[in-house]
C-alpha cells in the first residue's frame, strides 16, 4: 500500500482496475499501487503568471479553480457578409470532476468549439453598423446562454462572458464610413422631400378649405336668396288674401247702407276699418250724421 498527496486547488480521479473509484481531494489518501491508477488528463489553461498565458497541464492533478479562457481574436462574418475580429474572454469553472472527465473526450477543445459556434451565430444574427452601435453585454448574455446549457452537461460552469472589443481592417473600416456617408446623404435627402411634400400638402389644404368656404357662402346666399323668394311669394298670397276679404266686406257694407238709405233711421255707425272716410252724405238728406264707434 501507498500514498499520495494531492495539493490545494486540485482533484484527482482514483480508477480501480480500469474502473471509476472516486475523486480525491486534497490532502493524502492511500492507494494498492497494482490495482489502483490515476487517470492521466491534458488540460489547458490561462495562467496569470507574465509570458505564460496559455498553459497545458499533463497529468493526474484537476484544477478545480476559476479558469480563463483567453483566445486570439476570432473572425466572425456578420449579417452583411462584412468580416470582423471579436475579443473575447470566459472565465470558467470545474464544477463536477466526473462529467469533466468522462462526459466528453476533450473538455477543453469540446469548451473552446462551442463558444467559437456559438458566437459565429449570434455575430450573423446583426450587421456591421449595428454590432458598432450596440451593447457588447447584450450580445455577451447571448452567448453565455447558449453555452451554459451544454457546458453544465460536461462538469463546467461558465461563470463570465465577456465581449472586449470588435476589430476589422482599414479597407473595412473605410468601406463602411463610405457607406454611411452615403445613407446619412440619403437620409438628408429623403428629409427634405419629405419636407416639402408637407409644405405642399398644407398649401393644398388651405386652398381646399378656402374653397369650401366660398363654396359654402355661396350656397348660404343661394338659401338666404330662395327663402325670400318665398317670403314674398307668401306676402303676396297674404295680400290678396286681405284684398278678398276687404272686397267681401266693402260689398256687405254697401249693401247695408243701401237698406240703411231706404229705411227712416237718420244715423248709421262707421266701422274702425273705415275711418279714412270723411263722410257719407246722401242727396236725398235722410243721413244728416255720421257717427263713429270706436
Known sequence: MCFIIIPEGFFTIKERLGKFEDVLKPGIHLYFPI????????????????????SELTGYLIPTSELIYDPEPIVCITKDKLSIDVDCIVYYKIIDIKSAIYNVYDLYSS???????????TVSRFTYDELLRVD?????QGVFEKIDISMKSWGLGIIKLEIQKFTSSEEIKNATEQIAAEKRKCEQEI??????????TLELQRNIDFKKMKINAVLEESKIKKMIQIMEI????????????????AEKFAESLQILANSNSTTIFIPNDLLNFQAFRYSNNKIDQVLTCQ
Open 136 to 140: 457588447k453585454k447584450i450580445i455577451s
Open 191 to 200: 428629409e427634405i422631400q419629405h419636407k416639402r411634400r408637407h409644405a405642399q
Open 234 to 249: 307668401e306676402s303676396l298670397e297674404l295680400r290678396k288674401k286681405a284684398l278678398g276679404i276687404d272686397f267681401m266686406i
Open 35 to 54: 490495482i489502483d491508477t490515476f487517470r492521466n488528463v491534458s488540460w489547458k489553461f490561462n495562467s496569470s503568471v507574465p509570458n505564460h498565458k496559455n
Open 111 to 121: 469548451m473552446e468549439q462551442t463558444i467559437l459556434c456559438n458566437l459565429h451565430d
